[in-house]
């Protein structure tokens, strides 16, 4: 009677196979996510520019009769807006980031945050950055916060600055319906009223509300101590709407828009801190309508203001939206985000 034997190396290779298989799926895995969230900002750019066709189109025509050489200004305007947000960015941590990819990082977060809600696309992938830069979650959380708080409190400083220096700079008394300043008050204290009360009454919110803050103001203390973290942080968050409003006033004068440069910045800086709340993919849509609104109550005639904010648009958001999405897909690709 044969007896059939199995080999002895056939356990074992059996075996080796068990072990590896299972490290092996997941690195398959990890693979097919990346290239998937490689291609996705370049779908999510085609979607959009499909949607919003005929507004490229219509830009792009006024673009055809204006002067090129204050649009070429326009452009540089927007460049130095990603190196303010750089700077700013840096300001926010105690740690030093590496620089060009922290440079590489605001260009795709640019494009993210015309992809998504407002502030969340470019919020995700700086906090995914400052994540393979070894910063943990609860302080880059807080570092972001600081930022975003340092850039509201200039751009809204800037322009009472500039309202307190040009008073006729804007009239909007005849744009908005009558009385509706008392009941938007209303709406946003009672907005703020009832998140301050759920707050308060759910325990684990609050906890978790006061374990940011004390994070955050921990974080804060850090940066404040070192003069050049100040420096970057709080002359960062000047520059970027500096630069974002001289951007508008360049396309201004490129179009010949009869309004003085003063007052463009000045209608520039209320329309975005008019439509900061409003959750639009990079306020598409919203923040057009606001400044066709800010230029006409500076002055400006409707067709001509219409024609100026069309163009703003086509070099700060569409121009720069297909190199920053493969910019995005890139940096995912090597792991930078």
């Given amino acids: 009677m044969t007896v059939l034997r199995t080999p002895p190396e056939l356990p074992e290779l059996s075996e080796g196979l068990r072990k590896r298989s299972p490290r092996r799926f997941p690195e398959r895995t990890t693979r097919y996510v990346r290239q ?34 204050w649009l070429l200004a326009a452009g540089c305007a927007t460049c130095l807006t990603w190196v303010a947000a750089a700077v700013t960015r840096q300001g926010a941590v105690v740690e030093r980031l590496p620089a060009r990819r922290l440079l590489a990082t605001q260009f795709a ?37 600081l930022y975003m708080l340092a850039e509201s409190i200039m751009r809204v400083a800037l322009l009472l600055a500039l309202l307190l220096t040009f008073p006729t700079a804007l009239s909007i008394g005849p744009l908005l319906p009558g009385g509706s300043v008392g009941p938007l008050l209303l709406a946003v204290g009672a907005v703020a009223c009832v998140a301050l009360a759920v707050v308060l009454l759910v325990p684990k919110l609050r906890a978790a509300v006061l374990s940011f803050l004390r994070t955050a103001l921990g974080e804060a ?7 050049l973290r100040v420096l970057a942080l709080w002359g ?33 800086l209320a329309a975005t801190v008019a439509v900061a709340m ?39 958001v569409w121009l720069p939206l297909l190199p920053g999405a493969l910019t995005l897909g890139a940096l995912v690709r090597l792991k930078v985000i």
């Fill in 36 to 69: 998937v969230l490689c291609l996705l900002p370049l779908a999510l750019v085609l979607v959009v520019a499909v949607r919003h066709r005929s507004v490229l189109a219509e830009g792009l025509g006024h673009l055809r009769s204006a002067e090129w050489p």
């Fill in 109 to 145: 977060a640019g494009a993210a945050n015309h992809l998504l809600p407002t502030g969340l696309g470019a919020s995700a992938v700086n906090l995914r950055f400052m994540a393979v830069c070894g910063i943990p979650l609860a302080r880059s959380s807080a570092a972001l916060a």
């Fill in 236 to 268: 960062g968050s000047l520059a970027f709407p500096v630069l974002q409003a001289s951007g508008l006033a360049l396309v201004g004068l490129a179009l010949g828009l009869d309004v003085p440069v003063a007052h463009m910045v000045v209608a520039y």
């Fill in 278 to 316: 409003v959750p639009t993919p990079g306020g598409i849509g919203s923040v057009e309508a606001a400044l066709i609104i800010a230029l006409v109550a500076a002055g400006g005639p409707v067709a001509v203001a219409t024609a100026v904010v069309l163009g703003y648009r086509i070099i700060t």
């Fill in 221 to 227: 203390r850090s940066v404040h101590a070192r003069p």
